[in-house]
């Protein structure tokens, strides 16, 4: 691993996303309709501002760009995925529950050893990762003490039965 010469401050974190959408709408319907998050504050036609738990926001929507647009076209640079962290495996277990009511399909769905995540993509086709980290006390490690990540299925009916 290599180790910047001034590293960030390890309590850094990234505060909020912002998304360029073609249809505000359609865009809340899926992150407040079917993810759950709170609409805190919307600009006309034009914005809104969502989060979890009465943050000012976690993500932003807005079609200052992107009215009517379409998504960037496969092998162009972009944004991967926004990923957004739940406080624990039955939080998570409810958002699979929530895909599965609305019909949402998964692309992917992995154990990495130290997160289990479910991989999917919002209404503009931008993707998205949910997911939750396991305690650091369980994480896979290699004997020198490194981490040692791997990527394997995720067992969603195992996942599932977290939610009740």
């Excluded at 406080?87 to 050893?113: F, K, M, N, W």
Aim: glycine share 10%.
């Amino acid at each position: 691993m290599s180790r910047a010469e001034r590293p960030i401050p390890a309590g850094t974190r990234i505060g909020h996303v912002h998304l360029k959408v073609a249809d505000l709408d359609r865009a809340l319907g899926f992150y407040c309709g079917v993810l759950g998050f709170e609409l805190i504050q919307r600009y006309g036609t034009q914005a809104a501002f969502v989060s979890a738990g009465g943050y000012h926001h976690h993500i932003g929507l807005n079609t200052w760009e992107s009215l009517g647009g379409s998504p960037p076209p496969p092998g162009s640079t972009g944004l991967f995925h926004t990923a957004i962290l739940y406080p624990t495996r039955a939080d998570l277990a409810d958002a699979l529950r929530r895909l599965v009511e609305h019909r949402i399909p998964l692309d992917g769905a992995s154990d990495h050893g130290v997160s289990e995540a479910l991989y999917l993509r919002d209404p503009d086709q931008n993707g998205v990762e949910l997911y939750w980290d396991r305690p650091e006390s369980q994480w896979p490690r290699k004997l020198d003490g490194s981490l040692e990540m791997f990527t394997r299925r995720l067992d969603l009916d195992d996942l599932i039965r977290a939610a009740a």
